[in-house]
């Protein structure tokens, strides 16, 4: 009899990508996939190690699973992703977390785990975390969450070798591979022979894509594979995630403005708006450095969506230092920013050699400051808008109402607008007229 699975997913885009490489491991050796936790014969959590707060969540939730043991005598329940890499055999003893685990399987081991499932069955150790050199999972299909959806995720690179001070990605996540830009087109004509009309590359430094042929030595970099991609089709919609700005070339940047189908949207994390802070950071560039790539953005696709990842309270972050971010946020005018404190990992660069000295209190008052800087830069960016005739691909219906449609501009700014009979996957011109720092609101002009 086939076992059902059940997964859960925590953290990046890259982990939602590897739970669909997992569902079709999984499915290939005689299981499927529920989504009820409490009719499943396995539980899998996918989590994620970037702060503690996300470990925090992922215990809580181990606790919370543990009763289903007594209703389902055999239930396994395993930790894949980050936190599996991160903390090992450590997970499988009780007293760690004080609960327990029966599988464990790190980001580079999901094609083992049909036999690592077996072990736990019969009650042996079940963890593999080696991490590997050369694994893309390239020829695995990922089996997707939404079939007949609009937007599919393709994994491009995995790893990071950048080793910026505070963060636990290259230990978890290991060296960077790029995948065979073949198996990436192959991937893409069978999302739009599904009626998927937009595809994100992923990659924790998705720009730093490389790939060499074995044979004759010809290179393909990350702008040829996305102008490559982008000639599958003109339908077919493509964005990228996340770019690291020393790789954020101007070729990159024409490649975008040539392709109509190329997203005009970047998300290219600041970290902070201090060379001082950047530099104990590992990050590699400064200030000027950034707010440079800016000017390119905005000189080659003018109007660019533009998003941005900030760090508060780094180890030694001066008042000073703090208010050069602000400054920046001002300069770069970003659309949409993810901003969070800082949290020390265990074993990084910043753990080992600085203090995290930046009182909590000081942490959380320059995060709601640059939470309420960005929430005004959002709004400002979103009022500028109004007026404006915006190409939308409609995703679906609106959470808030059943009459609305939603969808998204090329800048990734979400639309939503009164449904007239459109489906999801149908590109509809919106006139903007109304917004809020989150949404824009609109009226369907023309479809096609
Ligand atoms: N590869 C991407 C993002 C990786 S993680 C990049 O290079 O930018 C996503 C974001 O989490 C990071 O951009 C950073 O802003 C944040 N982050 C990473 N480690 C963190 C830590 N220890 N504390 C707080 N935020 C962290
Ligand atoms: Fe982490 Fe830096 Fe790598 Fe991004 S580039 S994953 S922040 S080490
Ligand atoms: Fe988290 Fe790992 Fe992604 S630490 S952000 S799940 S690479």
């Given amino acids: 009899m086939s076992k059902k699975i059940y997964i859960e997913t925590y953290g990046c885009q890259m982990n939602f990508s590897d739970s ?21 014969d396995v539980i899998l959590l996918n989590t994620c190690s970037i702060r503690d707060n996300a470990e925090r969540r992922v215990v809580n939730r181990l606790r919370a699973l543990q009763h289903l043991r007594k209703r389902r005598p055999g239930l396994l329940i395993g930790v894949l992703g980050c936190m599996a890499e991160r903390l090992k055999e450590d997970l499988l003893e009780e007293k760690t977390l004080g609960l327990r685990v029966d599988l464990v399987a790190g980001p580079d081991a999901y094609r083992q785990l049909p036999e690592l499932m077996a072990d736990a069955e019969t009650g042996q150790k079940a963890i593999n975390v080696m991490l590997s050199a050369d694994e893309t999972y390239a020829d695995i299909s990922p089996v997707r969450y939404t079939p007949g959806g609009v937007s599919a995720f393709i994994s491009i690179m995995r790893g990071c070798e950048n080793f ?54 010809k290179v393909t970099g990350f702008s040829e594979l996305l102008g490559e991609v982008a ?33 005009k949207a970047i998300h290219l994390p600041l970290q902070s708006g201090s060379s001082e802070v950047l530099k104990r950071m590992n990050r590699k560039y400064t200030r000027e450095d950034y707010l440079e790539r800016i000017a390119a953005i905005k000189r080659i696709l003018p109007g660019c969506g533009l998003s941005t ?10 008042e000073e230092e703090f208010g050069e971010t602000m400054d920046v946020m001002d300069q770069a005018g970003f659309d949409f920013a993810f901003m969070f404190k800082y949290s020390e990992r265990p074993g990084t660069l910043a753990a080992k050699k600085y203090a995290d000295d ?86 369907a002009v023309k479809s096609h």
Wanted: glycine share 6%; net charge positive.
């Fill in 20 to 40: 669909e490489i997992v569902a079709s491991v999984m499915t290939s050796h005689d299981a499927k996939v529920t989504d009820a936790p409490e009719n499943a």
């Fill in 164 to 217: 910026c001070a505070y963060c636990v990605v290259p230990f978890t996540r290991g060296k960077e591979r790029s995948r065979d830009p073949r198996s990436i087109l192959a991937e893409a004509r069978r999302l739009l022979a599904d009626g998927f009309r937009e595809v994100t590359l992923l990659g924790q430094n998705v720009n730093s894509y490389r790939w060499k042929e074995d044979d004759s030595g």
């Fill in 231 to 263: 000639s599958v089709d003109p339908r077919l919609r493509i964005r990228f995630a996340t770019s690291h700005p020393k790789d954020m070339s101007d070729e990159l940047l024409h490649q975008m403005a040539r392709h109509p189908n190329i997203c």
């Fill in 309 to 318: 990842d900030i760090i508060a309270g780094f180890c030694g972050e001066t």
């Fill in 358 to 443: 930046v009182p909590e209190a000081v942490k959380t008052r320059r995060l709601t400051s640059i939470i309420d800087k960005q929430q005004a830069l959002s709004l400002e960016s979103n009022r500028s808008d109004i007026g404006k005739t915006m190409e939308v691909l409609t995703e679906g219906r609106s959470k808030r109402s059943d009459r609305m449609m939603m969808g998204r501009t090329s800048h990734n700014k979400v639309v939503v607008f009164p449904d007239q009979g459109f489906k999801p996957g149908d590109y509809v011109q919106v006139k903007i007229t109304a917004c809020s720092a989150a949404t824009l609101k609109g009226e």
